[in-house]
């Protein structure tokens, strides 16, 4: 994780209003009219004082007219503020998972992989929500206060230039001094909060995703133990916040009332010593006393900033992440004439998987892979998809590097077929038209009973619209595994990468399935690893891997 100091996290999310830029000024606008209302009306009041003791020339009559207009606008332009800046703040929040989502895309699958499922989703959901704060609470409200302090200052120095001094004083200490304390003050505390809520929402995931075996094994209490322990420390570490913001709020109002007491007695000693009349002290006094409005919005924000930038720098941490494998687009598209891995080698974290390895894939016909696990056949295909860079040698598709293939075109020629296959809540029938979402109900049915699972599907209730259920739970991992490959038959790709299609098949529909892909010979390249050598025996040829070598 990189760690931007907070004003590098707030000028890279101020850079996202650049769009609404219109709304956000006319937020400020509105906002910064209503205090000027706000603070107008107990001004106006003084005047009011001044015209019964004839220090005024202002009638009563106008000053209660312009009270009550001052009154009503101010409650106008609040809402008005507030409904653009919650617009700007879900626009953009919108805006932002938008990109997050597209950042995923092209991260996934080789920087995802080893992440914490439970860890993302408090990054998209619950970091990216925090955000509204600082979009519909602080970008607004900061410019708002530093117009209003300007105006009120020139305002409170025009009866005498040591009373506006004072004024800005006290605004810069209780705007922008207090908030800068309490959010120094609070440390790593937002940051290590927003971790451990990510990772106490991956444990979570984690314990709800494995409670079979919790339950089989009795760690049951022992489970909920450690989740009431992460619960905990998560609420301390809140505790600790909300009592700083605490003495941040009370330090704020604190502060309020000694300025207000100060401009009273600075206001009186001008008095005494003829330096302003009698309105050059009631007025300055009243105007800071209703002034602090936007002022202590800003000391508010303090205790909360920590965590809105802490929640800031992992969703760029999403945005700036660098793909393993960039989308490639511009170069002219290809169509299938056989693929060739020359000597390739490739580790992950310096350890060696892949080392000097060359196969050849002639178009139209089956290539068998065959070794134990973790000799990096698995590897080898994720680099046929593009999925990780080689890092030395060359893998090619009709004569042409995977690296100068455009993404979408190696998508279309290849089909990927993992042992692990996921399926999506929803039916039967839209996770196979996840592959071809034009395909006919002729199609469909002609797919699975390649893949060994129409009379299955057909078995069922409600048939291909059955819905299968979270994960897929309501599957067998067999059942599972011949929807992912009649989603591959589906597809249609003129070249099949199969990674142990038949791991959790019995052996008569492994037969069947080894049969199907036997069928293919002539219309598509098949690509099948396995390590199980009697899988091997519909292939034209076999290649051997044993610790990242090939024979």
Same mark, same amino acid.
């Given at each position: ?19 609404? =830029? ?7 606008? +509105? ?35 312009? +009270? ?74 900061? =410019?708002?206060?530093?117009l209003f302090t300007a105006i009120l200052c020139l305002f409170v120095g025009s009866f005498h230039w040591v009373l506006g001094l004072l004024a800005l004083g006290a605004h810069l200490t209780v705007g922008v001094a207090?908030?800068?304390? @309490? ?7 937002? +940051? ?30 022992? &489970?909920?133990?450690? +989740? ?29 009332l000694f300025f207000d007491l100060a401009m009273l007695l600075a206001a009186g000693f001008l008095f005494l010593e003829g330096a302003v009349g009698f309105d050059g002290v009631l007025i300055p006094t009243l105007a ?55 000597? @390739? ?13 060359? @196969? ?9 892979? @065959?070794?134990?696990?973790?000799s990096g056949k698995s590897t080898l295909l994720k680099l046929l998809m593009r999925f990780w860079t080689v890092q030395e040698g060359r893998v090619s598709l009709s004569g042409t590097g995977v690296e100068h293939i ?22 039967? &029938? ?49 059942? &599972? ?30 037969? =069947? ?10 219309? &598509? ?27």
């Amino acid at each position: 994780m990189r760690r931007r100091s907070g004003y590098q996290v707030m000028a890279r999310l101020i850079g996202l209003v650049k769009p609404l =830029a219109g709304f956000m000024a006319l937020a400020i606008a +509105m906002g910064l009219a209503g205090h000027l209302c706000a603070a107008a009306l107990t001004v106006l009041g003084g005047y009011g004082v001044l015209a019964v003791l004839d220090l005024s020339p202002a009638p009563l009559p106008l000053l209660f007219g312009l +009270m009550a207009l001052c009154a009503l606008l101010r409650g106008v332009l609040r809402y008005g503020e507030q409904a653009c800046n919650h617009f700007i703040a879900f626009k953009l929040l919108a805006l932002l998972r938008d990109r997050v989502f597209r950042a995923l895309r092209r991260l996934c699958p080789a920087k995802l992989e080893g992440r914490d499922r439970g860890d993302l989703i408090a990054v998209i959901t619950s970091d990216i929500e925090l955000l509204e704060v600082f979009y519909a609470h602080t970008i607004s409200p900061s =410019a708002i206060a530093l117009l209003f302090t300007a105006i009120l200052c020139l305002f409170v120095g025009s009866f005498h230039w040591v009373l506006g001094l004072l004024a800005l004083g006290a605004h810069l200490t209780v705007g922008v001094a207090i908030p800068l304390a @309490v959010s120094r003050r609070g440390g790593e505390d937002g +940051m290590g909060f927003r971790v451990r809520s990510g990772e106490l929402s991956a444990f979570v995931l984690d314990s709800l995703r494995g409670l079979p075996e919790i339950l089989q094994y009795g760690r049951g209490k022992a &489970r909920l133990e450690e +989740m009431n322990a992460r619960t905990d420390a998560l609420a301390e570490d809140e505790g600790r916040m909300k009592r700083l913001a605490g003495r941040g709020t009370a330090v704020t109002q604190l502060s309020v009332l000694f300025f207000d007491l100060a401009m009273l007695l600075a206001a009186g000693f001008l008095f005494l010593e003829g330096a302003v009349g009698f309105d050059g002290v009631l007025i300055p006094t009243l105007a800071l006393f209703a002034s602090f409005g936007p002022a202590v919005a800003l000391a508010a924000l303090g205790s909360t900033l920590q965590s809105t930038f802490a929640a800031g720098n992992r969703v760029l941490d999403i945005l700036d992440e660098t793909p393993a494998a960039p989308e490639i687009t511009g170069e002219k598209g290809i169509s299938f004439t056989g693929a060739a891995a020359e000597d @390739v080698s490739f580790s992950y974290g310096g350890e060696q998987v892949l080392s000097h390895v060359s @196969v050849d894939i002639p178009c139209r016909q089956i290539v068998g892979i @065959v070794g134990r696990s973790g000799s990096g056949k698995s590897t080898l295909l994720k680099l046929l998809m593009r999925f990780w860079t080689v890092q030395e040698g060359r893998v090619s598709l009709s004569g042409t590097g995977v690296e100068h293939i455009n993404t979408a075109n190696l998508r279309q020629l290849e089909s990927f077929v993992t042992q692990d296959t996921h399926l999506f809540r929803d039916s039967i &029938r839209a996770n196979l038209l996840l592959a071809r979402p034009e395909a006919t109900q002729a199609e469909l049915e002609e797919a699975c009973k390649k893949a060994s699972v129409h009379q299955f599907i057909q078995s069922l209730p409600q048939g291909y619209d059955t819905p299968v259920g979270e994960l897929g739970d309501t599957l067998s991992g067999g059942e &599972r595994q011949r929807l992912g490959l009649a989603r591959a038959f589906l597809q249609g790709g003129p070249l099949m990468l199969l990674d142990e299609p038949t791991s959790n098949l019995d052996s008569l529909n492994e037969g =069947a399935i080894l049969r199907s892909l036997g069928e293919e010979r002539g219309e &598509r390249t098949v690509v099948l690893v396995s390590h199980r050598r009697s899988t091997m025996r519909i292939a034209h040829r076999v290649y051997s891997v044993e610790d990242g070598r090939m024979s």
